[in-house]
T-cell receptor, first 111, second 116 residues
Framework: GESVGLHLPTLSVQEGDNSIINCAYS??????FIWYKQESGKGPQFIID?????DKRQGQRVTVLLNKTVKHLSLQIAATQPGDSAVYFC??????????FGTGTRLKVLA | GAGVSQTPSNKVTEKGKYVELRCDPI?????LYWYRQSLGQGPEFLIY????????DSGLPNDRFFAVRPEGSVSTLKIQRTERGDSAVYLC??????????????FGAGSRLTVL
């Protein structure tokens, strides 16, 4: 399938290390945020979400941090595995059905 | 179905031709979305359906683009007089309803359109 994001910012991490992917969102009115993972030739896959009344949320091996003061979102992946290699997008919505996606970050896991 | 199904997965057409892209959402999902993803970009909103009606088509780039969802399930995105700039991956997503923060979007694998 087509490789999404040939010119995206790339983060390279060693297998087993922790990864941190950052996202600056645009709308101060946004109150719900999602991180999606997209592998080549596939659609975006939900990873984790967070509402604006929280500043941290944990899932399995993933943590999302939200800093509303500086409109910044981050995704932390613990013990990064080869299967984590993909493009990661943050998405925001100001309480509507319309999600605004960021440009994405490519994560490369080095063996 | 178990997931969002999109057909065709790849479509190559010539400039000026008409194309239709089909989306079969998850059974029971009333909200359906079309997004367009160009190379190196995140998905961009095109249109949102709640049931059979297009609740918001503000993302459609021009009147060559049209989408329908006549029975509140399957949706078709139609592009007339295709142009090279229409080349992209067209993603369909569905959710239980359109309430933001209540139900996440589940995406299909997309239909890659190439206009020669």
């Amino acid at each position: 399938g087509e490789s999404v994001g040939l010119h995206l910012p790339t983060l390279s991490v060693q297998e087993g290390d922790n990864s941190i992917i950052n996202c600056a969102y645009s709308n101060s009115a946004s109150d719900y945020f999602i991180w999606y993972k997209q592998e080549s030739g596939k659609g975006p896959q939900f990873i984790i979400d967070i509402r604006s009344n929280m500043d941290k949320r944990q899932g399995q091996r993933v943590t999302v941090l939200l800093n509303k003061t500086v409109k910044h979102l981050s995704l932390q992946i613990a013990a990064t595995q080869p299967g984590d290699s993909a493009v990661y997008f943050c998405a925001e919505t100001p309480g509507t059905y319309k999600y605004i996606f960021g440009t994405g970050t490519r994560l490369k896991v080095l063996a | 179905g178990a997931g969002v199904s999109q057909t065709p997965s790849n479509k190559v057409t010539e400039k000026g031709k008409y194309v239709e892209l089909r989306c079969d959402p998850i059974s029971g999902h009333t909200a359906l979305y079309w997004y367009r993803q160009s190379l190196g970009q995140g998905p961009e909103f095109l249109i949102y359906f709640q049931g059979t009606g297009a609740a918001d088509d503000s993302g459609l780039p021009n009147d060559r683009f049209f989408a329908v969802r006549p029975e509140g399930s399957v949706s078709t995105l139609k592009i007339q007089r295709t142009e090279r700039g229409d080349s992209a991956v067209y993603l369909c997503a569905s959710s239980l309803d359109g309430v933001a923060g209540a139900n996440v979007l589940t995406f299909g694998a997309g239909s890659r359109l190439t206009v020669l």
